[in-house]
């Protein structure tokens, strides 16, 4: 019974440790970001396995953790409230080519990181050439380009990556 | 439902839709299973619960013991052996466990430490102190199983033999009505891996 129940109380402490850390905190895996993964799961493990290194105590808690993102998978396509709890809402950084900076500093996401996805995504070279920039709920930075610019014959590049 | 679908045009890969769906088949399956182990698990059916708790009462209440029926290999697990009100002998009791079941577990520790450790050849015996025999006691053993599937247990109560710095001294006369029967105790554990 314990094995359960400390598996699914871990489970929630780090759902919601990580949801309120906000979404870019892992958003983008950086070599850091891996390491503390690491350090977490070494500093999670002891509280969830305890004194008990059997086979069957080890199963169980793999078992329950993967029971329960599947029982959530379920209530958040049930219950939409649920869902943006968890897992958030799309946020729009800029749109227009005009950065939303009041936005983008609450997400903790600067011009910066929008002009990388802009020129990683859609080989884009300025602000003004974005159309809109959306912080999606997996912390990811979509970019879709401004409709004119596709046909601006001096943007020869971005049209190549297309 | 297992209506043939042509593969989407223009595409290099083609999709397997009949596969996919007896795989989601399977995983739905799998989910299901997978949450009743759980729920069992929470109730005890693979150790520490409900399920699990065992408790045996020797029919004259002399010995009684709570243990793990479901204890897992190299996990420690505690057999409470409760000795009733009035039973001792010259402020000691002897607990004995059958021999053969320390072949399947190793001893971690006994609470209250034993005052002294017998061998048989089929029990070993433990000699504990009872401070007080108008009161009830309880004597914690801690195991960690070492042995995998059912072990049968036995545990009893022996009448002490006389301490040995009085052996042959006095011959019991001056004792007070003490009891010390004999009673035994028999169950099962299964020991998950």
Redesign the interface.
């Known amino acids: 019974m314990d094995t359960v129940v400390r598996a699914a109380v871990m489970y929630a402490v780090l759902l919601t440790l990580f949801r309120v850390a906000g979404r870019r905190t892992l958003g983008e895996i950086s070599t850091f970001d891996f390491a503390l993964v690491l350090v977490i799961s070494e500093a999670v493990q002891q509280a969830m396995v305890g004194s008990d290194f059997s086979i069957t105590n080890a199963l169980l808690i793999v078992l329950t953790l993967i029971t329960l993102d599947v029982v959530l998978a379920y209530a958040k396509r049930r219950f939409q409230t649920l869902d943006r709890v968890v897992d958030g809402v799309p946020l729009v950084l800029v749109e227009r080519g005009r950065p939303l900076r009041e936005r983008m500093r609450a997400a903790r996401v600067d011009e910066d990181d929008v002009l990388a996805a802009a020129r990683l995504g859609q080989g884009l070279e300025r602000m003004e050439q974005i159309r809109y920039a959306v912080l999606e709920r997996d912390g990811k930075i979509s970019v879709i380009p401004q409709r004119d610019h596709m046909d601006d014959p001096a943007d020869a590049p971005s049209e190549a990556a297309r | 439902m297992t209506d043939p679908v042509a593969p989407p045009e223009g595409l290099e890969d083609e999709d397997d839709l009949r596969f996919q769906r007896r795989l989601w088949r399977v995983q739905r399956v799998a989910?299901v299973v997978?949450?009743l182990?759980?729920m069992a698990?929470?109730?005890?059916g693979?150790?520490?619960?409900?399920l699990?708790r065992g408790r045996a009462t020797e029919p004259s209440g002399l010995l009684r013991v709570e243990y793990d029926r479901f204890p897992?290999?190299?996990?420690?697990t505690t057999i409470r052996v409760g000795v009733a009100a009035g039973v001792g002998h010259q402020g000691r009791v002897v607990v004995y466990f059958d021999r053969r079941y320390f072949d399947g577990v190793d001893l971690d520790e006994v609470t209250p430490q034993p005052l002294a450790v017998e061998a048989a050849a089929d029990r070993l015996s433990f000699v504990l102190g009872v401070p007080d025999p108008s009161d009830s006691t309880t004597f914690l053993f801690r195991f960690s199983p070492a042995r995998v599937g059912p072990q049968a247990v036995r545990i009893g109560l022996s009448p002490p033999s006389a301490p040995p710095a009085e052996r042959g001294a006095s011959t019991g006369s001056t004792a007070p009505v003490d009891r010390a029967p004999a009673a035994e105790l028999r169950f099962t554990q299964f020991i998950?891996?």
């Open positions: 989910w997978g949450g182990v759980v698990a929470l109730l005890g693979t150790g520490r619960g409900l699990s897992r290999r190299e996990a420690p998950y891996p």
